[in-house]
């Protein structure tokens, strides 16, 4: 097909995906073209189906109707007030800028001829793509080690949300830090005072954090109040429980909205997927899912070091 190069680009890792339902959107004037409202979920998860509460897809848009990457899917028909689309966004962490790479896309082949004849023929299977990235700028995030941690299974938490605990009271709660064996721990919120709720979720897990002391840390991330280890690799790991303390009140019990705990996550070295946008100037480019397939650092005499990576494309690739 083609091979588009350019000077500046940026590689993210794909983290996590999170599952959203009928989020709101706008069309663009009457172009049949809706963008989900919420700028954080705009990038799409590939793997999750896109649905729509109503009409029907302008298959000949993107990737049937779906732009993954800029969270827009397009219809049939104009005026749709009250679209809503289900799917999951994509959480990214950028690990590295480029400046310079070379987009080579192309229609793979394969031979179809039969026995006897005297030419060779060949049919299109499908679209390629692979990517070539010089010079980009090196970060130790690039070695794409991951944290494990757990989440609660709550939603819409903020940080000033209540958490519906107590004040002026003693809570137990366990902890298994990177497989090292269960503690239990306590916490005993303060007495609320003027401006000051001791339930909110920054005064619980400011709290909970200085009881981890710094082998693991606690956050809202997605809505959802998450304990992380600070450690990275594939022993990195936590296990949330309640505690069974004599002196106090089992934690999460009292916590509003809490039935269970999400399934753990356990932490990754060397995961490989990558989000990579590409800029032929300063406005327009490529936006692709690949999976990285070489790397190589070398020194010249008398020149700087230089790195280069190589990708392969896994999925659509989208003008931008």
């Known amino acids: ?17 999170t599952a959203f339902t009928t ?3 706008t069309e663009d004037g009457t172009s049949k073209i809706y963008q989900i ?5 705009r990038v799409w998860d590939i793997n999750t189906t896109v649905v729509i509460s109503t009409g029907a897809f302008d298959k000949s848009y993107y990737d049937n109707g779906v732009n993954y990457f800029e969270g827009k899917v397009k219809l049939l028909t104009s005026g ?11 959480t990214l962490n950028e690990v590295a800028k480029c ?14 001829t039969s026995l006897g004849e005297e030419w060779k023929s060949f049919v299109t299977l499908g679209k390629s793509g692979g990517v070539n990235i010089s010079r980009y700028r090196y970060d130790e995030r690039f070695n794409l080690s991951e944290n494990g941690y757990q989440e609660s299974g709550l939603e819409d938490k903020t940080l000033k949300t209540d958490t519906g605990i107590l004040e002026s009271n003693t809570y137990y709660f366990e902890i298994n830090i990177d497989g090292a064996g269960a ?5 005993t919120t303060l007495a609320n005072s003027t401006g000051y709720n001791a339930s909110d979720y920054d005064n619980v897990i400011d709290l909970l954090n200085a009881e981890v002391t710094g082998d693991a840390l606690f956050e809202i991330v997605n809505g959802d109040l998450r304990c992380t280890s600070t450690s990275v690799g594939t ?5 949330l429980a309640n505690g069974d303390g004599t002196s106090g009140d089992p934690l999460f019990n009292d916590v509003t909205g809490w039935t269970a705990f999400q399934t753990a996550v356990v932490g990754s070295l060397n ?9 032929e100037d300063a406005t327009y480019g490529y936006i692709c899912n690949a999976i990285r397939t070489g790397l190589a650092n070398t020194k010249a005499v008398g020149a700087l070091d230089q790195e280069a990576t190589t990708f392969q494309v896994t999925s659509q690739i989208a003008r931008f």
Do not use: P
């Open 1 to 17: 097909m083609a091979i588009k190069t350019g000077k500046v680009g940026k590689l993210y890792t794909i983290r996590d995906s």
């Open 23 to 25: 989020e709101a959107t």
């Open 37 to 41: 409202d919420d700028t954080d979920m």
């Open 80 to 90: 749709e007030v009250g679209l809503t689309v289900t799917g999951a966004s994509l």
């Open 99 to 112: 400046f310079g790479w070379a987009l080579n896309m192309t229609l793979e082949t394969g031979e179809d």
């Open 183 to 187: 503690s239990e721990e306590s916490i």
């Open 235 to 239: 022993g990195s790991s936590i296990a």
């Open 271 to 279: 995961t490989n997927m990558f989000l990579l946008k590409l800029y």
